[in-house]
């Protein structure tokens, strides 16, 4: 079957597109994907599991149709239903392929409004800002919310779900060039990154969720009110992400509370998210969808500063 490989080190690695792995067969409870489109997600190339996998597979979102069930599988699913999936980071072959297996818990049916491309761009942003918001806080509705990275694909989901479901007031940090765009997705406030005071003009924010990491990460713990906490999934992490210590600004905020976490693939709300999709709650990812066959450029478009939308590889041409 067609799949990209990621060859070489973390270092010094190249994309390429392979026809020579074989298609996997579903064992147990597993489900075979027939993969229409799988999203990108540029920071993986230098995660260490795509590594240390059997074939150097990437890619976790995809959408596509149920191809065949393993002997044990017991659940909803049929032949030929569309779904879509985060695959976990662990699992022995990513997403980026003609065939991909899924376990029951990371698949979901996939929203009809929508098509194999876009709905392949939501899981990782939507999975991490459900997480963020419904399972790692407890934020009361009406919070005030600064979304770091707002104009990114996990930034897009951030704003709108705590904009939807939790009535918060959203201040999204993002160049201007956004800012039609997140208005329209519900921020209450878009603030210029590239003003490099941007953080002096915000007080009292209840929850930080940060998607950028490094300085603005560090910007934002003078916004935060006194008890408040600071979230971030940024990566590369900060220092004192898992487990290595405490953040040097608890000196300066000692009461703030703070969190870096993974996200886990979660196929119940992948279902919910669906249908918020599918009845105009949530707007999908701006995708740029590119064949299997411009992977490696698609690869470099992926990992560009400013662009406007999500890559996705597909490997059926939708119709
Ligand atoms: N821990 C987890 O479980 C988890 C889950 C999902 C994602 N992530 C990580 O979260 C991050 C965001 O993912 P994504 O898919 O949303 O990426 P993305 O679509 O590329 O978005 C990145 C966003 O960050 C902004 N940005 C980048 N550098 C910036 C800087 N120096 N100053 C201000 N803004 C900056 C970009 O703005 P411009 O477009 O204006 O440059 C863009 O809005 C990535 O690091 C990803 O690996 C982690």
């Not at 459900?130 to 104009?151: C, M, P, Q, Y």
């Not at 590369?236 to 000692?254: S, T």
Request: cysteine-free; glycine content about 8%.
């Amino acid at each position: 079957m067609k799949a990209i490989q990621i060859l070489g080190s973390q270092d010094d690695h190249n994309v390429i597109l392979s026809n020579s792995l074989p298609r996997p067969i579903p064992t147990g409870n597993q489900v075979l994907i027939k993969v229409h489109a799988a999203g990108i997600t540029a920071d993986e190339i230098i995660w260490p599991e795509l590594y240390a996998s059997p074939n150097r597979v990437p890619g976790h979102d995809i959408s596509g149709t149920v191809e065949s069930l393993g002997s044990q599988y017991e659940g909803p699913l049929s032949l030929g239903q569309n779904v879509y999936a985060m695959i976990d980071a662990e699992a022995p072959q990513g997403g980026q392929a003609e065939y991909v297996i899924a376990m029951p818990n990371e698949i979901a049916i996939k929203p009809s409004s929508i098509s194999h491309a876009e709905a392949a761009a939501i899981p990782i942003p939507a999975l991490t800002a459900w997480e963020a918001l419904f399972k790692r806080t407890n934020l009361d509705h009406g919070s005030k919310i600064l979304v770091t990275g707002a104009s990114g694909a996990v930034g897009v989901m951030f704003v709108q779900i705590a904009k939807k479901l939790l009535s918060a007031e959203v201040i999204a940090l993002a160049s201007t060039s956004s800012n039609t765009m997140l208005a329209e997705l519900g921020a209450n406030q878009v603030v210029d990154y590239n003003n490099l005071n941007w953080h002096q003009g915000i007080h009292d924010v209840d929850a930080v969720f940060d998607t950028v990491g490094g300085e603005i990460l560090t910007k934002t713990w003078s916004t935060v009110k006194k008890s408040g906490i600071v979230v971030t999934v940024a990566d590369p992490a900060p220092k004192w992400a898992f487990g290595r210590g405490q953040p040097e600004e608890l000196q300066d905020h000692p009461e703030v509370r703070w969190l870096h976490f993974i996200l886990s693939p979660d196929g119940d709300t992948l279902s919910r998210v669906a249908s918020l999709i599918d009845d105009g709650t949530l707007k999908p990812i701006p995708v740029v969808a590119f064949e299997a066959e411009r992977a490696i450029e698609a690869w470099k478009f992926a990992a560009q500063r400013g662009r406007k939308g999500k890559a996705v590889l597909e490997f059926v041409a939708e119709k």
